[in-house]
């Protein structure tokens, strides 16, 4: 029997969840109608597998549903509160949010970027970055946002593949009080990218930059703009924007969502999920980069009018009382981070934390990786002080919005640490063997996804092929989420982390494919394999293996730091492994198949399982003795 949390706060709306029971198209109408269209759709949703039409006719604009219906009731209302790294504030209206984007859009619009261009935004973490997603879905352009932590090679990738006319970037960014030269690496990355006719540059550090004929700066474009720009009315499918994130092969996705199905499925999770009221003060720590800072950080709080927190920098820079610190200055109210963060605090101590009042807290949440129970128990006693429900959210990248999560807006069910409880109504979700038949309760499965959502990404963009094939092939017409998990005896979902080879590394979603790729293309290196293993705080780090060519006689240490350096130049830092061991070969099975299985049993120094379909059954000790071996020269390194 698991441990169960119950807890009073919250609303009782039962009606809710029996309505999506009964029918989850009409369900889903009735939750669109809580936003504002300017044309109502005829078609709920059009279902072709593996395309799903919601809303279809209906035109709406996002920017218009994040500011302007807010400009009768709220325009003096802080929307954004932003804490800088230094620690200098700013605070945006809901007034001068709308102000400011409407301004910016008229910038990009002199600069000829219109409905369906591709514009690319590698920014920091400072207002100017929703301001700049905001401007695009004002006019139609398709962001595409792209974490300041990633490389120019990534970037490049990145803007390439979405042909971006306009790059949005800033002279730099501040990470643990250093400078990263965001511009130059802008620079580097289109180099010879004729289709790129402008770079955007915020002045953020004010230190110097070299300026190409390209190159507009940001304040001088807005001086010179008109003050008003109308929303255009855009189909409820038009693309809001792509966002890439790592699959199983080397190359990035670029997910692809929609306008009028993605916003509803964020309002309606929004205010479920967080019980959001007109007082409240929301702090989600999450970079805008990735997915959770687009749907929870940029549309799902200024679709529903909340002020909210955003903050530049590292969660325990410049000490480890940083968030308490914006917690207790603000009076936050909700707070939602990743089980990493956590972690880590949690290591930091006790004392921290009760050394701040937080008495504001009401509702606290997580996601992005599976919470340990007692990290769970942690955070709910030592930060939410045993009153603050804890939401567990379960979803991804190309759900757009929350799956699984409780739900405290919408009614009252006791929590068990660790699980994300249920999923949200309107979406059927199910755990599978490999036949796809439901499995018994607390037997792992694969998690499917059995209803189209209105938050489900389009496409892949420019790749429709490869969208049915990653999600709608393993099981027909029925989406598969990459993700194992299991339903206990009381219907509660657990997560049980990815079932591909995808990493969640701190959070951050990366691919083993991706680094392998980056290692193999080093020189020396004829052939690679990457693993992840659990970690104390990361929940997971990358390991990595590797094979040299023939007749390569260069110091291990040397190559590794090649290969490091290699990594982060060509992915982000975020991908540097923890460790690469240097074999002779890679336990492979009979088909050809590196058994990553098993070089994370030895990384993890396990016994070894069931090897019989090993192409080579001397792989396996020889890997395990080069693992050994590399153990003791690492040992006596360090002793
Ligand atoms: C994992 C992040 C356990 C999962 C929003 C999923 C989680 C991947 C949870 C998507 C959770 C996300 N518990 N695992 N609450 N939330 N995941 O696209 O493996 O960066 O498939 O989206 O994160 O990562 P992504």
């Known amino acids: 029997m698991s441990e169960i949390f119950n807890i009073g706060l919250g609303n009782n709306r039962p009606e809710i969840r029996k309505q999506s029971e009964s029918d989850f198209v009409s369900f889903w109408d009735n939750q669109a109608k809580k936003l504002c269209w300017f044309s109502p759709w005829q ?58 984007v409407q301004k910016f859009a008229n910038a990009l619009k002199s600069l000829g970027i219109k409905k369906g261009d591709r514009v690319t935004i590698y920014l920091p973490m400072v207002p100017e970055l929703p301001i700049a997603m905001l401007a695009c879905a004002r006019i139609g352009a398709t962001h595409t946002v792209v974490f300041s ?15 971006s006319k306009l790059v949005i970037t800033s002279d730099g960014g501040y990470r643990r009080g250093k ?28 230190e110097p930059f070299q300026l190409t004929s390209k190159d507009k700066i940001w304040s001088e474009l807005v001086q010179g703009a008109l003050a008003e720009c109308e929303s255009e009315r855009l189909d409820s499918l038009h693309p809001l924007y792509i966002l890439y994130t790592s699959g199983t092969t080397g190359k990035p996705k670029g997910v692809l969502h929609g306008t009028g199905g ?13 019980d959001i009221k007109d007082s409240d003060v929301f702090f989600c720590t999450a970079d805008i980069g990735w997915v959770t800072g687009h749907s929870y950080v940029v549309y799902g709080p200024l679709l529903h009018g909340a002020t909210e927190i955003i903050f530049e920098g590292a969660p325990d820079y410049p000490d480890a009382s940083r968030m308490w610190e914006i917690i207790q200055k603000y009076k936050v109210t909700i707070f939602y981070t990743t089980p990493t963060a956590l ?14 009042d937080l008495s504001s807290l009401r509702l606290l949440g997580t996601v992005g990786e599976p919470i340990n ?28 919005g929350m799956m699984i999560s409780p739900l405290p807006g919408i009614e009252t069910i006791p929590l068990k640490p660790g699980s994300g409880t249920r999923p949200i109504p309107g979406v059927k979700i199910s755990v599978v063997d490999e036949e796809g038949r439901p499995v018994k309760p607390n037997t792992k499965g694969y998690l499917i996804i059995q209803n189209p959502w209105p938050g489900m990404l389009l496409t892949l963009w420019g790749d429709d092929e490869k969208y049915q094939k990653t999600y709608w092939s393993k099981y027909q017409n029925i989406y598969y989420s990459g993700d194992f998990a299991k339903i206990d005896e009381d219907g509660y979902f657990w997560l049980l982390g990815r079932a591909d080879d995808v990493l969640k590394v701190a959070g951050h979603r ?3 494919a991706e680094i392998e790729s980056c290692i193999v293309s080093h020189q020396d290196i004829a052939e690679s394999a990457v693993c992840g293993i659990p970690d104390d705080i990361k929940g997971e780090v990358i390991i990595s293996f590797a094979v040299l060519k023939e007749n390569v006689k260069k110091d291990w240490l040397i190559l590794k730091h090649e290969i490091f350096e290699k990594i982060r130049k060509d992915i982000g830092p ?37 090897t019989s379909t090993l192409e080579d059954g001397t792989a396996v000790s020889e890997v395990q003795s080069a693992f050994e071996e590399l153990q003791k020269s690492i040992n006596e390194k360090n002793s």
């Open 43 to 100: 078609k709920t949703l059009e279902w072709n597998p593996p395309f799903a039409k919601w809303f279809q006719g209906g035109s709406i604009n996002a920017s218009y549903n994040a500011l302007d219906i807010h400009q009768e009731t709220n325009s003096q209302k802080p929307a954004i509160i932003w804490e800088a790294e230094s620690g200098e504030s700013r605070i945006l209206t809901y007034r001068d949010l709308w102000m400011e």
């Open 149 to 163: 932590g990633f490389s120019s090679a990534s970037l490049r990738e990145r803007i390439e593949d979405s042909r």
């Open 179 to 206: 400078i990263i030269k965001l511009k130059e690496i802008v620079d580097e990355a289109i180099q010879d990218f004729d289709f790129v006719k402008n770079v955007i540059v915020l002045e953020r550090t004010k």
């Open 262 to 274: 993605y916003l509803a499925h964020l309002h309606s999770t929004f205010g479920w999920a967080f």
């Open 343 to 356: 972690r880590m605090f949690m290591k930091f101590g006790n004392d921290i934390p009760r050394s701040f």
């Open 373 to 400: 129970p007692e990290v769970w128990r942690w955070y709910y006693t030592i930060i939410g002080k045993e009153k603050c429900p804890i939401i567990d959210t379960w979803w991804q990248t190309e759900t757009g």
């Open 510 to 512: 990366i691919g083993t």
């Open 574 to 610: 975020i991908a540097t492994p923890k460790q690469i061991y240097f074999v002779s070969k890679l336990p492979k099975t009979r088909s050809g198949k590196i058994m990553r299985r098993l070089l994370k049993s030895i990384a993890n120094n396990e016994k070894i399982g069931d």
